[in-house]
């Protein structure tokens, strides 16, 4: 089946520095990817939605150049939280639809904590 | 969106079934009905989902209303496995896969 991979699976980072999230679909093409985030105990909040070649569409109150979102291949999108804050600090999750299927597939999430 | 109304929690027995319900008044003609459910610590993953007709899969059963404003999860034999957090989402298919989730079931299994 389909599968989507992030990378790192965690990270720590000091307040200030920027971090780059990956995410990747091994077996299929994603002209489409959608970023959400989650804080601890709370549902899954739609960030962005990524598109191949094109400008992310962000969701309401998600500040775009504090989010950087780059899909520049039909299998990768990144997420790049610039001068991160500790409040920034929370699990971040990809998804994407395989052609064909109108399911989403997510990945495995990359945790972030910021000091 | 359509938007969904699902109990915050709910407790099984292991090797019982499970009913998860989820409420829809709101529900549009195009609106698909999808369940995912995420396990601690790990990405959402889908379950099952459907239109009007009830479904079946390896991971569980979904029944629709005639109405399609409600429908309810069926896991047949609840396992500490199934132990999630169990999301039923709205979704126009039709219009891309862009996917809002709403607070969600968080299930129990008793050994």
């Known amino acids: 089946g389909a599968v989507v991979s992030q990378h790192p699976s965690w990270v720590i980072c000091k307040s200030g520095t920027s971090v780059k999230i990956e995410c990747r679909s091994l077996?299929?093409?994603?002209?489409?990817m959608f970023w959400y985030r989650q804080f601890p105990k709370q549902s899954l909040m739609l960030m962005a939605t990524s598109n191949e070649g094109s400008k992310a569409t962000y969701e309401q109150g998600v500040e775009k150049d504090k989010f950087l979102i780059n899909h520049a291949s039909l299998t990768l999108s990144t997420l790049t939280v610039t001068s991160a804050h500790p409040e920034d600090s929370s699990f971040y999750i990809c998804?994407?639809?395989?052609?064909?299927?109108?399911?989403?597939?997510f990945g495995a999430g990359s945790r972030l904590t910021v000091l | 969106d359509a938007k969904t109304t699902q109990p915050n929690s709910m407790e099984s027995n292991e090797e019982e079934p499970v009913h998860l319900p989820c409420n829809h008044s709101t529900i549009s003609g195009t609106d698909y009905i999808h369940w995912y459910r995420q396990l601690p610590s790990q990405g959402p993953e889908y379950v099952i989902h459907?239109?009007?007709s009830n479904v079946n899969n390896r991971m569980a059963s979904l029944a629709i209303a005639e109405d399609r404003k409600s429908s309810t999860l069926i896991l047949h034999r609840a396992t500490l496995r199934d132990a999630a957090v169990y999301y039923c989402?709205?979704?126009?298919?039709?219009?891309?896969?862009?996917?809002?989730f709403g607070a969600g079931t968080r299930l129990f299994v008793k050994a």
């Open positions: 998804s994407a639809s395989s052609p064909g299927a109108n399911v989403l597939t």
């Open positions: 077996d299929f093409q994603a002209t489409t």
């Open positions: 459907g239109l009007t």
């Open positions: 989402i709205l979704r126009d298919d039709t219009g891309g896969f862009k996917t809002i």
